[in-house]
């Protein structure tokens, strides 16, 4: 069992920045990679990045590639996602989900190869 809590959402003005928090416990060691999805109203939920832990090696979804950065700190077994240059459209509620079983052949963007979520934090970006 893993459990995943997210901080750190709020109200920002387009152009401004915010610090996403995803801290685990429980069985943290057993996690293969974390990822972060996001999910406006009336929309499916969609993928914003993912960190493998062991190598650190990251992926992003194109919408936010050059915008976001996704981190992790192993000794605190939290990941990061800061957002920076933010526009209205990433507007959402943001969710951390831990991959442990490690589905190799479901996508790393795919909410299907996720075992475990978080229950999210709301960003809100003003324009």
């Known amino acids: 069992q893993v459990q995943l809590v997210e901080s750190g959402g709020g109200l920002v003005q387009a152009g401004g920045s915010l610090r996403l928090a995803c801290a685990a416990s429980?069985?943290?060691?057993?996690?293969?990679?974390v990822g972060w999805f996001r999910q406006a109203p009336g929309k499916e939920r969609e993928f914003v990045a993912t960190?493998?832990?062991?190598?650190?090696?990251?992926y992003y979804a194109d919408s936010v590639k050059g915008r976001f950065t996704i981190s992790r700190d192993s000794a605190k077994n939290t990941v990061h996602l800061q957002m920076n240059s933010l526009k209205p459209e990433d507007t959402a509620v943001y969710y951390c989900?831990?991959?442990?079983?490690?589905?190799?052949?479901?996508?790393?963007?795919?909410?299907?190869?996720?075992?475990?979520w978080g229950q999210g934090t709301q960003v809100t970006v003003s324009s």
């Open positions: 989900a831990a991959d442990v079983n490690r589905v190799v052949s479901i996508g790393y963007w795919s909410t299907s190869r996720y075992d475990y």
């Open positions: 429980g069985r943290p060691f057993s996690i293969y990679a």
């Open positions: 960190i493998r832990w062991s190598t650190g090696s990251t």
